[in-house]
């Protein structure tokens, strides 16, 4: 939880990302209510209502047609928002590979929640791992300012890269909790984000036809891939410059003061050099913070607020510099038959040394932890079990899930 400042408001997660997309000023809204993302859509929905809004707030029979309808519309040029979770987003699937393929700058918010069955409405990340490769810029989001940010950037970002964006936070752990966080007014968010303007040729006009998303021979089809990877892997540059910029308009939330590294793709919070390394993402960090200053543990954590496109040269350039003997990744997913998703990406970083790594080994000891799914609690007592089982080398090799 962030200090409270002086324009701070002590909002519901929900209220906040409603506020913050009202201020951008979307021109199409559609959406299909679903726990727990429910409260930003009815939010958004009361602000039309009221009069407070000017965008077109469409109702839509299901999440296959919510993210159908702001498809059409981004085609057409309108700044668009949609939001969903859980088995939505699975429904929505189809829809979100096009949305990338056709290069449309969509944002959506997924207020994360575990897959079925059994069913459960709760908190984890398996429900985002499920479109990782759909070819959307990624961010999650550890508390309610950082999501506040995020959705602007998200949309700063799509639209200047044309590639979707989605911000994930944690399903009632962000979505239903309170806190202290500042919501930036239109004008500020003008100064850093400009009214739409799709780029020349972009949109689907009736006096200039074009086809998006047409059938591709192979001859055609790969290097339309290959060129939306390349755009993808070209944004990581993009989030660090966006991101400085966002700073230098709206400041920096009081809660990153002590971070060591804060560049839009992660974020480092720790000693200099830790004994254990804790790489993860979304809410969950915040705890691991708190453990980390409470207890006696030579440890840090290096938060991944970017999931897409992988910051892989980033990781590899700060653990060089932290230069931990054990690395600790922790999954809110698992993928089922191999082990955590960040673990295995972490994990593939190291196929090759790093080079001048101070250790004995030609890399650390790095360990996967599958933690919260379906809701479980992640306490301060689980962390510290977490450090100690990675310390004393108590490897799984496809993962130790900790209850």
Same mark, same amino acid.
């Given at each position: 939880?962030?200090?409270?400042?002086?324009?701070?408001?002590?909002?519901? =997660?929900?209220?906040?990302?409603?506020?913050?997309?009202?201020?951008?000023?979307?021109?199409?809204?559609?959406?299909?209510?679903?726990?727990?993302?429910?409260?930003?859509? *009815? /939010?958004?929905?009361?602000?039309?209502?009221?009069?407070?809004?000017?965008?077109?707030?469409?109702?839509?029979?299901?999440?296959?047609?919510?993210?159908?309808? !702001?498809?059409?519309?981004?085609?057409?040029?309108?700044?668009?928002?949609?939001?969903?979770? +859980?088995? =939505?987003?699975?429904?929505?699937?189809?829809?979100?590979?096009?949305?990338?393929?056709?290069?449309?700058?969509? !944002?959506?918010?997924?207020?994360?929640?575990?897959?079925?069955?059994?069913?459960? &409405?709760?908190?984890?990340?398996?429900?985002?791992?499920?479109?990782?490769?759909? =070819?959307?810029?990624?961010?999650?989001?550890?508390?309610?300012?950082?999501? !506040?940010?995020?959705?602007?950037?998200?949309?700063?970002?799509?639209?200047?890269?044309? @590639?979707?964006?989605?911000?994930? &936070?944690?399903?009632?752990?962000?979505?239903? +909790?309170? *806190?202290?966080?500042?919501?930036?007014?239109?004008?500020?968010?003008?100064?850093?984000?400009?009214?739409?303007?799709?780029?020349?040729?972009?949109?689907?006009?009736? /006096?200039?036809?074009?086809?998006?998303?047409?059938?591709?021979?192979?001859?055609?089809?790969?290097?339309?891939?290959?060129?939306?990877?390349?755009?993808?892997?070209?944004?990581?540059?993009?989030?660090?410059?966006?991101?400085?910029?966002?700073?230098?308009?709206?400041?920096?939330? +009081?809660?990153?003061?002590?971070?060591?590294?804060?560049?839009? @793709?992660?974020?480092?919070?720790?000693?200099?050099?830790?004994?254990?390394?804790?790489?993860?993402?979304?809410?969950? !960090?915040?705890?691991?913070?708190?453990?980390?200053?409470?207890?006696?543990?030579?440890?840090?954590?290096?938060?991944?607020?970017?999931?897409?496109?992988?910051?892989?040269?980033?990781?590899?350039?700060?653990?060089?510099?932290?230069?931990?003997?054990?690395?600790?990744?922790?999954?809110?997913?698992?993928? @089922?038959?191999?082990?955590?998703?960040?673990? +295995?990406?972490?994990?593939?970083?190291?196929?090759?040394?790093?080079?001048? @790594?101070?250790?004995?080994?030609?890399?650390?000891? &790095?360990?996967?932890?599958?933690?919260?799914?379906?809701?479980? /609690?992640?306490?301060?007592?689980?962390?510290?079990?977490?450090?100690?089982?990675?310390?004393?080398?108590?490897?799984?090799?496809? =993962?130790?899930?900790?209850?």
């Amino acid at each position: 939880m962030t200090n409270k400042k002086k324009n701070d408001q002590i909002l519901e =997660g929900s209220r906040a990302i409603a506020l913050t997309v009202k201020n951008i000023k979307p021109q199409v809204v559609s959406a299909y209510p679903i726990t727990p993302q429910t409260h930003i859509v *009815e /939010d958004l929905a009361q602000f039309k209502a009221d009069g407070r809004a000017n965008y077109e707030y469409v109702r839509a029979e299901s999440e296959f047609a919510a993210a159908s309808i !702001v498809e059409g519309a981004s085609a057409q040029g309108a700044r668009v928002y949609s939001a969903t979770c +859980s088995q =939505g987003l699975l429904l929505m699937a189809e829809v979100l590979f096009n949305i990338a393929g056709m290069r449309l700058p969509v !944002v959506i918010t997924c207020a994360n929640r575990g897959l079925s069955a059994p069913i459960t &409405i709760w908190n984890d990340h398996q429900d985002a791992m499920t479109i990782r490769d759909a =070819g959307w810029l990624m961010f999650f989001a550890e508390n309610h300012q950082e999501a !506040v940010e995020q959705h602007i950037l998200a949309y700063k970002l799509a639209e200047k890269t044309n @590639l979707p964006a989605v911000v994930n &936070i944690d399903g009632f752990i962000l979505t239903h +909790s309170y *806190e202290p966080v500042e919501i930036p007014g239109t004008a500020a968010i003008k100064k850093f984000l400009p009214n739409y303007k799709p780029k020349k040729n972009m949109t689907l006009d009736p /006096d200039n036809p074009r086809t998006m998303g047409a059938f591709a021979s192979p001859a055609y089809y790969m290097e339309i891939r290959e060129q939306l990877h390349d755009d993808l892997l070209k944004a990581t540059a993009t989030i660090k410059k966006e991101y400085s910029r966002y700073l230098q308009i709206f400041g920096s939330n +009081s809660n990153k003061s002590k971070a060591k590294i804060d560049n839009g @793709l992660v974020e480092y919070y720790g000693p200099k050099y830790p004994k254990t390394l804790i790489i993860a993402m979304g809410s969950m !960090v915040g705890t691991i913070k708190e453990t980390i200053d409470t207890s006696r543990k030579k440890a840090g954590v290096l938060k991944l607020r970017t999931f897409r496109p992988f910051p892989a040269q980033e990781l590899k350039k700060i653990i060089k510099d932290l230069n931990p003997k054990n690395i600790a990744v922790l999954d809110k997913s698992i993928s @089922l038959g191999q082990m955590g998703p960040l673990a +295995s990406e972490v994990k593939a970083l190291f196929q090759s040394p790093i080079p001048h @790594l101070k250790t004995s080994r030609c890399h650390p000891n &790095i360990q996967s932890f599958v933690v919260g799914l379906g809701g479980r /609690d992640i306490t301060r007592d689980k962390i510290k079990k977490i450090i100690k089982s990675v310390e004393e080398k108590q490897e799984d090799i496809n =993962g130790k899930f900790i209850g």
